[in-house]
């Protein structure tokens, strides 16, 4: 049942945030949140806190990402839980198709409802090669 409640706020997340709006996802976050983004992307290393996060979803969000959760599997008691999300990431270019298609895991701690830390796991190359497009359309790299 945990872990049905927080796939659905979770697909609710990221359907906001599909739609250009991460506050949802913000509002989980305590304000010393640690997110870790591995590889040399313009995306990685993530960030130290709330505010930090706030600004790489804010970029994540203006880019157009398409992020949805395939499974996601919460446990533990309120005071320290882990979370597991399972999906797929795309983006989609007017004249060139799909330009990213990716798979990720994500792997985080929560105390309290609030996000205390988590890391993303992709194929890192294919990040890269999302940074190579993003760059030939003039996107500004990093946050």
């Not at 250009?20 to 806190?49: C, E, L, Q």
């Not at 298609?101 to 929560?110: A, E, L, P, Q, S």
């Not at 890391?119 to 090669?129: F, G, M, R």
Request: hydrophobic letters at 35%; one cysteine or more.
């Amino acid at each position: 049942m945990l872990s049905w409640l927080a796939g659905k706020l979770i697909a609710y997340n990221m359907r906001r945030l599909r739609e250009g709006d991460p506050s949802p996802t913000v509002r989980m976050y305590a304000d010393d949140v640690r997110f870790t983004f591995p590889g040399t992307s313009s995306f990685a290393p993530g960030a130290g806190n709330k505010r930090e996060v706030t600004q790489w979803l804010q970029r994540f969000a203006s880019i157009g990402l398409q992020i949805y959760p395939d499974e996601v599997v919460l446990k533990g008691f309120p005071w320290h839980q882990t979370i597991c999300v399972r999906g797929h990431i795309h983006l989609d270019d007017p004249d060139e198709g799909r330009i990213y298609d990716n798979r990720y895991v994500i792997w985080g701690r929560m105390a309290w409802g609030k996000m205390r830390a988590y890391e993303v796991y992709d194929d890192t190359h294919k990040t890269e090669a999302l940074d190579a497009y993003l760059e030939r359309r003039g996107e500004r790299a990093g946050v």
